[in-house]
């Protein structure tokens, strides 16, 4: 069975950092185009950042998400945090996401 487990999320305070975790099962991370979604107050789900192919992408110069094969594990690089980013942060499949983990909170306040 497939299964996504999200960590890494907390308070920051705006223009912080946060490195987000996903450990992946029954699933192989490198094979799949996989992607980090994030859910923010009364907002709908939206694919923040994606990766096909390669260890790392980079986007808007904020966010990098980068991929360990060895520990079929996501991972997602933010910084210079704003409160936008306020959101429950998932990571899936970038293409027909199936299987939602519970997710990491990410709250950006001062």
């Known amino acids: 069975q497939v299964q996504f487990v999200e960590s890494g999320g907390g308070l920051v305070q705006p223009g912080g950092s946060l490195r987000l975790s996903c450990a992946a099962s029954?699933?192989?991370?490198?094979?799949?185009?996989m992607g980090w979604y994030r859910q923010g107050p009364g907002a709908q789900r939206e694919l923040v950042a994606s990766?096909?192919?390669g260890v790392s992408a980079n986007y808007a110069g904020r966010f990098t998400l980068s991929r360990d094969n060895e520990r079929n594990t996501l991972y997602l690089q933010m910084s210079s945090l704003e409160p936008e980013d306020t959101a429950v942060y998932f990571c899936?499949?970038?293409?027909?996401?199936?299987?939602w983990g519970q997710g990491t909170q990410v709250t950006v306040s001062s």
């Open positions: 899936n499949r970038a293409y027909n996401p199936f299987n």
């Open positions: 029954g699933i192989t991370l490198r094979l799949v185009t």
């Open positions: 990766i096909l192919s």
